[in-house]
T-cell receptor, first 115, second 113 residues
Framework: AQKITQTQPGMFVQEKEAVTLDCTYD???????LFWYKQPSSGEMIFLIY??????QNATEGRYSLNFQKARKSANLVISASQLGDSAMYFC????????????FGKGTRLSVIA | EAGVTQFPSHSVIEKGQTVTLRCDPI?????LYWYRRVMGKEIKFLLH????????ESGMPNNRFLAERTGGTYSTLKVQPAELEDSGVYFC???????????FGPGTRLTVL
């Protein structure tokens, strides 16, 4: 069975600083995808970034990057130059390499950006 | 392009009543998922439709939950009769199935009193 662990219930970061949100996973599948979603206070789930298990390079999307360490089974999200609008819940999830398999989520990390 | 929509945004019902949640996926998305987040816990998968067929319903908690997707378009999730532990946020997501992203709706917050 697949499992996602997010060990940080809450994090604080100063505006304009970088922050790393931790995510470790467990799976016996050789092929999988790792996802990060952002959930602001309004409640919607916003897709941020995806990393495939066979991708050679770490994924990047603007200020978001995914520090993928396959041997350690970790997929940490790095947010650079934090903004006040980054304050939200962040969920790490695991699924397939296409969008046709259910996602397994971690408990989430609440990030608070301080001015 | 319209995103995934869900109705209602909030629902407050009494134990024993029936509630039906609706999800309209992004047009053309064959894959439709229902997830639920109970307070303080992980978002959990409930079931997966491919078009009108149930691909995987292993996450459905019990037979009080019934999901349908007639015609392979919108989906409904009915809870009958509702129990206190059914309270939570119910998310719907859809995807094409050939790209990795699942697009989520805003969720329906269900409160059972």
């Amino acid at each position: 069975a697949q499992k996602i662990t997010q060990t940080q219930p809450g994090m604080f970061v100063q505006e304009k600083e970088a922050v790393t949100l931790d995510c470790t996973y467990d799976t016996s599948d050789p092929s999988y995808g790792l996802f990060w979603y952002k959930q602001p206070s309004s409640g919607e789930m916003i897709f941020l970034i995806y990393q495939g298990s066979y991708d050679q390079q770490n994924a990047t999307e603007g200020r978001y990057s995914l520090n993928f360490q396959k041997a350690r089974k970790s997929a940490n999200l790095v947010i650079s130059a934090s903004q006040l609008g980054d304050s939200a819940m962040y969920f790490c999830a695991m699924g397939g390499t296409s969008g046709n398999t259910p996602l397994v989520f971690g408990k989430g990390t609440r990030l608070s950006v301080i001015a | 392009e319209a995103g995934v929509t869900q109705f209602p945004s909030h629902s407050v019902i009494e134990k024993g009543q029936t509630v039906t949640l609706r999800c309209d996926p992004i047009s053309g998305h064959d894959n439709l998922y229902w997830y639920r987040r109970v307070m303080g816990k992980e978002i959990k998968f409930l079931l997966h439709f491919v078009k009108e067929s149930k691909q995987d319903e292993s996450g459905m908690p019990n037979n009080r939950f019934l999901a349908e997707r007639t015609g392979g378009t919108y989906s409904t999730l009915k809870v009958q009769p509702a129990e206190l532990e059914d309270s939570g946020v119910y998310f719907c997501a859809s995807s094409l199935g050939v790209e990795n992203e699942q697009f989520f709706g805003p969720g329906t917050r269900l409160t059972v009193l």
